[in-house]
């Protein structure tokens, strides 16, 4: 009875890697973590897991759900920017993870690039642009645009408009009345 083992090897590869689809970046084994990792500056793209440098074994995410299958969809990088990637492999549903160590998920500001006035209001580097939204669809696939998200629809609740009923009316607005402001912010 013969026997050989096959050492196998995992990286990234995809749009967003600085190799593109022509070469995996390895990861290394992280022993304290169980799992694969890299920390690697990637662009907005797509990404997938790669075994050996070959397609033979290749790890997408079909659900959007951070659990891979086998020649499984791209996974999407919305930003340019720095990330941890983690493979895990240890349990039978071999799962990911991708985060930005140095991005603060409470900044919600963008300024790198844009100007404070707004002479037009269609130009996206006009003004701070607010990142509030990821452009995956609700099946886990990437929107239509990886520039701008695919969910843009104006949303104001009861509150808010009672609360500009009563700024309009106090700055002098016609047809309002200053009782029915007053009860609209008191309620």
Not at 118 to 138: H, L, R
């Amino acid at each position: 009875m013969t026997y050989s083992l096959l050492k196998t090897t995992w990286g990234i590869i995809g749009s967003a890697t600085p190799n593109g689809w022509d070469a995996d970046t390895d990861m290394t084994f992280d022993v304290l973590e169980n799992a694969w990792t890299i920390n690697i500056d990637l662009v907005a793209g797509e990404i997938k897991f790669r075994a050996n440098d070959d397609w033979a074994i290749n790890l997408g995410d079909n659900g959007g759900d951070a659990i891979l299958e086998q020649d499984g969809a791209n996974i999407p990088i919305p930003f340019d920017g720095n990330y941890t990637i983690k493979l895990y492999l240890d349990k039978p549903d071999y799962t990911y993870g991708i985060e930005q160590p140095s991005f603060d998920k409470r900044a919600m500001f963008y300024t790198d690039g844009q100007t404070l006035e707004i002479e037009d209001i269609s130009q996206f580097t006009e003004g701070y642009a607010v990142t509030k939204f990821k452009n995956i669809t609700s099946d886990g696939q990437t929107g239509s645009d990886l520039t701008f998200p695919d969910t843009d629809f104006p949303l104001f609740r009861l509150a808010d408009a009672y609360l500009m009923y009563a700024e309009a009316v106090l700055r002098g607005g016609s047809g309002g009345d200053l009782n029915t402001a007053l009860d609209y912010v008191n309620q």
